[in-house]
């Protein structure tokens, strides 16, 4: 799995708060998750937010839904690569970016997420009738 690529970070001495710069410009901020990157499994979303690891906007203190801006979809040697930002609702302060990949391996689909806000995930799925990792041996 793709990890961020960071560029630098900020560190507030007035409030108990950092943020990421990614090489792209986009800041995430470590300040409004309660934690960074956290394993989700195999649950890889497409799209959303998961509302359980957000502490509240470390800007104007507000704990509410958030918005989901700058999304793009895009294909890559047959990998589609969908990414958004998660922002407060209420100050638009970047929470964190989203990404989400879809591929087809061999006999298999798969699924990668990673975000600071919705943590980390990869999933694998066999496109054929019988799964032949599920199989057991006859012997």
């Known amino acids: ?28 901020c470590g300040g409004c998750v309660e934690k960074e990157y956290p394993n989700r499994g195999n649950i890889c979303l497409e799209n959303g937010s998961f509302l359980l690891n957000f502490t509240g906007c470390a800007v104007c203190s507000k704990r509410d839904f ?11 040697d047959g990998e589609e690569i ?30 990668t997420m990673l975000c600071l806000l919705c943590g980390k995930a990869e999933d694998s799925i066999s496109i054929l009738p019988d799964d032949p990792r599920q199989m057991t041996l006859l012997f």
């Open 82 to 111: 969908v990414t958004y930002d998660h922002l407060c609702k209420n100050c638009h302060h970047v929470i964190a970016r989203h990404e989400y990949t879809f591929s087809i391996m061999d006999e298999f689909q798969e699924y």
């Open 1 to 28: 799995m793709r990890q961020p690529s960071l560029c630098y970070r900020e560190v507030s001495s007035s409030r108990k708060h950092w943020r990421i710069v990614l090489g792209n410009g986009v800041g995430m």
């Open 66 to 76: 958030m918005l989901i801006t700058n999304k793009s979809l895009k294909e890559e």
